[in-house]
Antibody, heavy 124, light 110 residues
């Protein structure tokens, strides 16, 4: 059974940093692209970032480029999102999601399994 | 990276069919057959319902179907049931090597 469990959310001041983790199990982690998706309170889904199975290719939404870094440790079956220079508008539930397939020619695949999310609140 | 455009709400009676549209551009929906649809119940994580425009993941009811014409994709739910009441989001791969979601549609079963 595929399981994705996010952790690391919490309250942080504007300008601060936070690192989210996503522990994966139930599938061959290194074989699949992974993504982070966020959802502000009462709002829609926003794709944040994606990474290939090997970790060699990464992609970001313009809203987080230069501030967030996605990475993965395939030996630990864990996905990360390092978030720096946080802003109030980054407040959201952050979901970790598994790509349905590996990343082929850089195409970010649809997301077939999602974690339950971790809440990040940016406020003074 | 503008969000794809969906109607804010769609409603129907049990047993009826409804269709949700998703309008993008030639740089996303119109340019690739990589449109997906997600269902989200309140307080829950999204669930993949359709991928690659019209394919259903294992376990998803065949009452859900997807299609695309030009820059607009559509999700049709036939034989509407109470448990279909949820938010639905389309998504697409884009020419900027990013992924974009739609604005979301709240489906109400009358």
């Amino acid at each position: 059974e595929v399981q994705l469990v996010e952790s690391g959310g919490g309250l942080v001041q504007p300008g601060g940093s936070l690192r989210l983790s996503c522990a994966a199990s139930g599938f061959t982690f290194s074989s699949y692209a992974m993504s982070w998706v966020r959802q502000a309170p009462g709002k829609g889904l926003e794709w944040v970032s994606a990474i290939s199975g090997s970790g060699g290719s990464t992609y970001y939404a313009d809203s987080v480029k230069g501030r967030f870094t996605i990475s993965r440790d395939n030996s630990k079956n864990t996905l990360y999102l390092q978030m720096n220079s946080l802003r109030a508008e980054d407040t959201a539930v952050y979901y970790c999601a598994k790509g349905r397939i590996t990343m082929v020619r850089g195409v970010i695949p649809s997301l077939d399994y999602w974690g339950q999310g971790t809440l990040v609140t940016v406020s003074s | 990276q503008s969000a794809l455009t969906q109607p804010a709400s769609v409603s129907g009676s049990p047993g009826q069919s409804i269709t949700i549209s998703c309008t993008g551009t030639s740089s996303d929906v119109g340019g690739y057959n990589y449109v997906s649809w997600y269902q989200q119940h309140p307080g829950k994580a999204p669930k993949l319902m359709i991928y690659d425009v019209s394919k259903r993941p294992s376990g998803v009811s065949n009452r859900f179907s997807g299609s695309k014409s030009g820059n607009t994709a559509s999700l049709t739910i036939s034989g509407l049931q109470a448990e279909d009441e949820a938010d639905y989001y389309c998504s697409s791969y884009t020419s900027s090597s990013t992924y974009v979601f739609g604005t979301g549609t709240k489906v109400t079963v009358l």
